[in-house]
Structure formats: structure tokens, C-alpha cells
């Protein structure tokens, strides 16, 4: 009966971690740098669907970031990866890399 209280737990925990990575990986958008207003706080990002912003087609938005240290590690032209949620005030970047 452990045994398979043991199993049981194991194949839980790994159901979510893969179901946890696949959260993240959905909601990662790929775009292009294209302006950066670090006295405004703002990046402005070309990029494709954003279907955890509810965006099905491609396009250039100006967003708010988060951190404005953000800024600071990428410069215009830069491929990058990012996440973004919906706030009163706009859509703001809450996490940012280059692309690999």
C-alpha cells in the first residue's frame, strides 16, 4: 500500500512540474526591441501573438516595465523573450531576456 501511495505521489509531482512548465512556456512571448524610454519607463516591442494577453495577431506595442533595470540589459534591435500582464494603467513587462 505505500508502494503505491509513494507512485501515486511521484507521478502527482510530476504532472506538475510539467503542467508548471508549460504555464510558463505559454505565456512567454518572442518580439523585437524597437524603442527604449528609460525616463518614462516604457520599452516598445514588435512581437507575435501574445495569447496570454489575449492578442492573436502580431504587432508593435509600447509597454511599461516593472524593473527599469530592464532597460539597461537590452538595446534596440535585440530578439528577446518576455512576459507581460494587464494592469489598470496598461500592459507592463513583469519579465525580460534576450532570446537565445
Known amino acids: ?15 506538475s512540474v ?3 512548465a508549460l504555464a510558463a512556456e505559454a505565456a512567454a512571448i518572442s518580439g523585437e526591441v524597437k524603442k527604449i524610454d528609460e525616463g518614462a519607463g516604457k520599452i516598445t516591442l514588435k512581437h507575435g501573438p501574445a495569447k496570454s494577453l489575449g492578442m492573436e495577431d502580431p504587432m508593435t506595442m509600447v509597454y511599461r516595465v516593472k524593473d527599469p533595470a530592464m532597460l539597461k540589459q537590452v538595446k534596440v534591435g535585440d530578439k528577446v523573450t518576455f512576459e507581460a500582464e494587464e494592469a489598470a494603467s ?7 531576456q534576450k532570446a537565445k
Open 1 to 15: 500500500m505505500n508502494r503505491i501511495i509513494r507512485i501515486t505521489a511521484a507521478l502527482a509531482l510530476t504532472l
Open 18 to 20: 510539467a503542467t508548471g
Open 90 to 96: 496598461g500592459y507592463t513587462v513583469t519579465k525580460m
